[in-house]
Each structure stands twice: as C-alpha cells, then as structure tokens.
C-alpha cells in the first residue's frame, strides 16, 4: 500500500510567479485536500477534491485552485504568488469525503515553497 | 478567530514519565476530535481520535480525554518513549468534513 506521495519537495520562487504543486493519493482513496501550514502553525485547510471536483474550499483566495484527475491525483497551482505564501503545503487523502466518522487523513511529507 | 488553541507550545518530559498535552476548541459543534503527530520533514501522523459523545479512549499508550463542558481536548501518553518526541497537533471536525488544527505542542522526552 503506497502512501500519499507530493513534488516537488522543496522549491524557490520570486513574488508575482506561478507555482504547480503535485500530490498522489494513497491507494484506495479518492478524497485529496491541500493544507498550507506557514511557520509556527498549524495546518489550515485550502480545499478538498472529490470525484474531481471542489468541495469545500478554506479562507484563501481564488489564486489559489487545484484539480483532481481521475486516478485521484490531484494538483494545487498558486498564481501571483506573494511572500506570505512560503510555507510547507500538505496533501493529504482520505476514503471517502461523506465517511460519518473522524475522517482520518493520511498526509504526504509536503512541498516546501519559498518565495522570495 | 482561533477555534483551536493549545497554549503550550513545546513540553520536556523524563522517559517514563506520563507527557499531557493540551487543546482548547471554541465550537460545541464539533463532532470528532483528532491528534496528529509529526516529525521533521514528515507529514502528519494520525494518532487517537474521539467521538464527542464519548470522554475518553484509549490505544495502547496514548488515551485522549475530552471534557465537552470545558471544551478542552487532552491526550496523555504513558510511560513516555525517546521515540515519542515530535510536534503534537490537535484537530477538530465539523460537519464540513475538514480538519482544523491547532497550533502544535513540541514534545521533548528526555531520556
């Protein structure tokens, strides 16, 4: 059983640039939510995909989107990206967005982003 | 607006002794509450969660407390292990399906 997989692990980027974040889902699921926890916080939820579409979405702006493909991967992309963006941005699956329960995630390692 | 606070932001433990982390959420809605553990350059670990209608449970070393009243979360671990030592989040769900995490605990257990 492969666990949730993101790249890049760590990248630099210059404010006003685009950046493309990937995540693979752990086998078996086909729920995916994006996390961005800045320095000394916590995790802060984004949005989250199901059956490739948004459900759910956090207090950030609309430069913020993602997409989810079939095979349940999905991708986070950050347009005109400011300094307040650095931060490790978690991916995490899950079975199933409607699960009457915890709703346990399992996260990937993260891609940390730097903006300079 | 925090809705889920833990006020210590790290702890140093002896090995063997019991660590008793802390949480504090704002919104009696919450229905599931969650402790995730995470080690540097590693995602988040799921560890214990609890039901609210429930006030305790427990999984080998580590037992999660929750007084609804007080709106305060806790877990202890007991006895502490080197190996436990890491940042220690707790998390909340609603009825929206997503997490809110609080600000994490650093847990340090000397041996």
């Known amino acids: 059983e492969t666990g949730v997989t993101q790249s890049p692990t760590h990248l630099i980027k210059t404010r006003g640039q685009q950046v493309t974040l990937r995540c693979s889902s752990q086998?078996?699921?086909?729920?995916v939510s994006w996390y961005q926890q800045a320095l000394g916080q916590g995790p802060q939820f984004i949005f989250q995909?199901?059956?490739?579409?948004?459900?759910g979405r956090g207090n950030f702006p609309p430069r913020f989107s993602g997409l989810q493909f079939p095979n349940y991967s999905s991708e986070l992309n950050v347009n005109a990206l400011e300094l307040d963006d650095s931060a490790l941005y978690l991916c995490?699956?899950?079975?199933?967005?409607?699960?009457?329960?915890?709703?346990?995630?399992?996260f990937g390692a993260g891609s940390r982003l730097t903006v300079l | 607006d925090q809705q889920v606070k833990q006020n210590s932001p790290s702890l140093s433990v002896q090995e063997g002794r019991i660590s008793i982390l802390n949480c504090d959420y704002t919104?009696?809605?919450?229905?599931?509450f969650l402790w995730y553990k995470k080690y540097p350059a590693e995602g988040p670990t799921f560890l214990i969660s609890?039901?609210?209608?429930?006030d305790k449970n427990e999984d080998g070393r580590f037992t999660v407390f929750l007084n609804k009243s007080a709106k305060h979360l806790s877990l202890h671990i007991v006895p502490s292990q080197p190996g436990d030592s890491a940042v220690y989040f707790c998390?909340?769900?609603?009825?929206?399906?997503?997490?809110?995490f609080g600000t994490g605990t650093l847990l340090a257990v000397q041996p």
């Open positions: 998390a909340v769900k609603g009825a929206t399906n997503k997490l809110i």
């Open positions: 086998s078996g699921h086909n729920t």
């Open positions: 609890i039901s609210s209608i429930k």
């Open positions: 995909y199901y059956r490739e579409e948004e459900n």
């Open positions: 995490a699956s899950s079975l199933e967005v409607r699960v009457a329960g915890a709703n346990v995630l399992t």
């Open positions: 919104n009696s809605m919450f229905d599931y």
